[in-house]
T-cell receptor, first 119, second 111 residues
Framework: GAVVSQHPSRVICKSGTSVKIECRSL??????MFWYRQFPKQSLMLMAT?????????EQGVEKDKFLINHASLTLSTLTVTSAHPEDSSFYIC???????????????FGEGSWLTVV | GEDVEQSLFLSVREGDSSVINCTYT??????LYWYKQEPGAGLQLLTY?????DMKQDQRLTVLLNKKDKHLSLRIADTQTGDSAIYFC???????????FGTGTRLTIIP
């Protein structure tokens, strides 16, 4: 099946610094990628929809200047958490949409997720 | 707005059937999904169902959809220790659109 890779899988950063998380589709082209955030023992909340070559669409309540999303190619989207604070510590998961997919079983693929800890 | 709810916990004896329930509010949802998340890992799509279907079976998994009551369930037959995970239901309007997830149900298998 299709593979979506996230990197890094775990990262610890100091408060006030920025950290970048990458989401790559390894064997398909993804015109759209989605970024989710998951707090411990809670559900996944959509943060933003990333479209290749254009600005991301952010969900209500998500600070676009804090969570910078770049989707510069058909296989890579990045999420940069700027000026990170301890409350940004969370599990971040991306999903990528295979533009060649036709049904739910071969359209959306999730990455393995990235644990961010801000100390 | 969209709202998807699940019970937070379910404990089942090994070998028994597990039934995980989900309710949603948006009647225009076209696709409904079940995802499995093992500790510290991403999401694995288990199965999905179109809103015009009542039931879908895939090996040990059976999905039931009651569109009138906006109720979705996942039955896992002959539950095994490897089934321990968090199970999320989700909905979308199209297969290539964003997903709205439920709160997740943590399934624990009792030996």
């Amino acid at each position: 099946g299709a593979v979506v890779s996230q990197h890094p899988s775990r990262v610890i950063c100091k408060s006030g610094t920025s950290v970048k998380i990458e989401c790559r589709s390894l064997d398909f082209q993804a015109t759209t990628m989605f970024w989710y955030r998951q707090f411990p023992k809670q559900s996944l909340m959509l943060m933003a929809t990333s479209n290749e070559g254009s600005k991301a669409t952010y969900e209500q309540g998500v600070e676009k200047d804090k969570f910078l999303i770049n989707h510069a190619s058909l296989t890579l989207s990045t999420l940069t958490v700027t000026s990170a604070h301890p409350e940004d510590s969370s599990f971040y998961i991306c999903s990528a949409r295979d533009r060649g997919g036709a049904n739910p079983g071969n359209t959306i693929y999730f990455g393995e997720g990235s644990w961010l800890t801000v100390v | 707005g969209e709202d998807v709810e699940q019970s937070l916990f379910l404990s089942v004896r090994e070998g028994d059937s597990s039934v995980i329930n989900c309710t949603y509010t948006d009647s225009s949802s076209t696709y409904l999904y079940w995802y499995k998340q093992e500790p510290g890992a991403g999401l694995q799509l288990l199965t999905y169902i179109f809103s015009n279907m009542d039931m879908k079976q895939d090996q040990r998994l059976t999905v039931l959809l009651n569109k009138k009551d906006k109720h979705l369930s996942l039955r896992i037959a002959d539950t095994q220790t490897g089934d321990s995970a968090i199970y999320f239901c989700a909905e979308s309007f199209a297969p290539n659109e964003k997903l709205t997830f439920g709160t997740g149900t943590r399934l624990t298998i009792i030996p």
